[in-house]
């Protein structure tokens, strides 16, 4: 994470625009870093068109018109960044909070798993053709461009009706998009949400979300890999704030067509911190949930990754049957589970001995700790380079409780 990362955003000075962004990009454009923009309202690349910006690049969104970008299917983003020279959204205000802006909305022509195979988003876009806000399609290999070493700072404004925008949404965006070395901090809303499509996601850093790091949704089909999200328990929001959120729809079960994929998540290499200095206290505050919800006819299978901190680790939705074909949906295989207020159980039941049982057998290579953060991690504390490595040469694997 050396270089392009930024873990205090609120210390960097980045002036003021020179040029404004508005309206519809029709026809190809390059945003240079010489130029700092300004997202003003809605701004949709259409018409097939190229958005390319230059490594260094800062984009600002701005706060009275919900500053978003909107790549419109067909159309495509190239930001390719440099891991000296990361390209940067942020917010134009002089002191920066989350939800200061919209964020950045990619919509492809890949599979989702609706009637029909299209859905819409709708964010109170105002004069927005349904061309230019729909997503999905027959595409699995549709190509949105490139995200690499790239920041998203302060987005998720709230919209009318108490929802919000999220960082980084991905709807029916195909395997040919790159999206790699990206940063999402202090997000309002979900830092990375993936509806459909087929996503290849790597190297995605969630830092300090209001809501949830990695939401998945409608059939997407999703590896998810070498990525790390750190939660603190005072800022969360409480609408539903956790790690990870594997799902197949929302309320609209009657438009998802079950004959089509469900949503599959391949998560492997995941750091899931929440940082405390008093996790007891929090969690008897309120303030600490589950790190990874798994609802109904979704599917996780996540390998040797670490998740610290929790109340608990993992719950599986009510719904989910405790039998084995559905086990073999949920996967955890060497795992190593740090200092949660209990690891994996369902919804609304407190006894889990069936559930310890099955990912505690020695084949999956499950460890379970009670190390505090200090111990476990090489040093969270570093305010501008925090190192979230673990230190193995410490670590003590202690029996399943």
Not at 110 to 121: D, L, M, Q, R, T
Not at 198 to 226: H, W
């Amino acid at each position: 994470m050396n270089s392009w990362t930024e873990f205090k955003p609120d210390q960097i000075e980045y002036g003021e625009a020179t040029e404004i962004l508005t309206g519809n990009i029709s026809t190809d454009t390059k945003l240079v870093k010489k130029n700092t923009y300004l997202l003003l309202g809605n701004v949709f690349v259409t018409n097939n068109a190229t958005l390319t910006i230059e490594p260094g690049t800062v984009i600002i969104g701005d706060f009275k018109t919900n500053g978003s970008l909107i790549i419109t299917k067909g159309a495509k983003i190239i930001a390719d960044g440099l891991v000296t020279d990361p390209i940067v959204f942020t917010s134009n205000r002089s002191v920066k909070k989350a939800g200061d802006w919209g964020g950045i909305i990619i919509l492809g022509d890949a599979p989702i798993n609706k009637f029909g195979n299209g859905s819409s988003v709708n964010h109170n876009f105002k004069a927005a053709s349904y061309e230019n806000i729909s997503y999905g399609g027959d595409n699995i290999e549709s190509n949105s461009g490139i995200l690499r070493y790239v920041r998203i700072e302060y987005a998720g404004k709230k919209l009318k009706g108490g929802d919000n925008f999220n960082a980084l949404l991905l709807a029916g965006v195909g395997s040919q998009t790159i999206l790699e070395n990206i940063m999402v901090s202090f997000s309002a809303g979900n830092s990375f949400d993936v509806f459909g499509g087929q996503v290849n996601l790597s190297k995605a850093v969630s830092y300090k979300s209001n809501r949830i790091d990695y939401n998945f949704n409608y059939g997407a089909q999703c590896n998810l890999y070498n990525s790390l999200a750190v939660r603190s328990s005072y800022i969360s929001s409480p609408e539903g704030s956790r790690t990870l959120h594997v799902a197949s729809y929302n309320n609209d079960k009657e438009e998802i067509d079950f004959t089509k994929k469900q949503t599959l998540v391949m998560a492997t290499n995941l750091t899931l911190i929440n940082a405390s200095d008093n996790l007891q206290s929090e969690i008897k505050l309120g303030l600490v949930r589950e790190a990874i919800y798994v609802a109904e006819y979704a599917s996780l299978d996540m390998s040797k990754s670490v998740i610290s901190g929790f109340n608990p680790a993992v719950l599986l939705d009510r719904k989910i049957k405790i039998n084995n074909e559905n086990l073999e949906r949920i996967k955890f295989t060497e795992m190593y589970f740090n200092n949660c207020n209990g690891n994996i159980f369902t919804e609304y039941n407190d006894n889990n001995e069936d559930l310890e049982s099955w990912y505690g057998n020695s084949s999956f290579f499950n460890v379970y700790s009670k190390g505090l953060d200090s111990e476990t991690f090489i040093d969270l504390q570093d305010a501008k380079r925090p190192d979230f490595r673990l230190r193995i040469n410490k670590i003590v694997a202690s029996s399943l409780d």
